[in-house]
């Protein structure tokens, strides 16, 4: 069984400021670790993702994530926070099995806001 | 490749009416996943298929919501009959292996 516990449902960043969203996991097997981001009215969108390697994962629009086995984490950064970074953020897990596509489990989300 | 496709993007219908919600995977992937999103129980995976097989139906509420995959490029979730309590985002999704999923536009649904 896994879960996924995303700290925290809103936060609020100013423009310039570190972005730091957080996520931990629990899986019972290795995990496969997302992070989508929602804008408004819109789908879900990739943002980066942890299958196996390095640890330090880059993905789109400078953000960054930290696998953590030991912490069961999977936190979100962003060193500079832009307006257009206001969004919806979903941590998500995925058991892999023997090579088959396992379904995802997301966390509740954590609403960004920036401001000026 | 265009993505996920889904339509309607917005449906408004009134109780006790049919509603068909479609999805077009993106070519190639053998994957299909519907999801609901509403604010009191955020994402929900009602249903996934694998090479147009239903394989996970735990998700789905109860027998007034049924899915199909007739082909690998077309898939339907019906709800019949509608009910306030159905209004929510659907999503639909897909991937090919073990891979993220990409998801459609969604459809907005309002049960009146």
């Known amino acids: 069984a896994q879960s996924v516990t995303q700290l925290g449902s809103h936060v609020s960043v100013s423009e310039g400021a570190l972005v730091l969203l957080r996520c931990n996991y629990s899986?019972?097997?290795?995990?496969?670790l997302f992070w989508y981001v929602q804008y408004p009215n819109q789908g879900l969108q990739l943002l980066l993702k942890y299958t196996t390697g390095a640890t330090l994962v880059k993905g789109i629009n400078g953000f960054e994530a930290e696998f953590k086995k030991s912490e069961t984490s999977f936190h979100l950064t962003k060193p500079s926070a832009h307006m257009s970074d206001a969004a919806e953020y979903f941590c998500?897990?995925?058991?892999?099995?023997?090579?088959?596509?396992?379904?995802?489990?997301f966390g509740t989300g954590t609403r960004l806001q920036v401001t000026l | 490749d265009a993505g996920v496709i889904q339509s309607p993007r917005h449906e408004v219908t009134e109780m006790g009416q049919e509603v068909t919600l479609r999805c077009k995977p993106i070519s190639g992937h053998d994957y299909l996943f519907w999801y609901r999103q509403t604010m009191m129980r955020g994402l929900e995976l009602l249903i996934y298929f694998n090479n147009n097989v239903p394989i996970d139906d735990s998700g789905m509420p109860e027998d007034r919501f049924s899915a199909k995959m007739p082909n690998a490029s077309f898939s339907t979730l019906k709800i019949q009959p509608s009910e306030p309590r159905d209004s929510a985002v659907y999503f639909c999704a897909s991937t090919s292996g073990a891979s993220e999923q990409f998801f459609g536009p969604g459809t907005r649904l309002t049960v009146l």
């Open positions: 998500a897990v995925s058991g892999l099995i023997t090579g088959t596509a396992s379904k995802l489990t």
């Open positions: 899986s019972s097997v290795p995990p496969y």
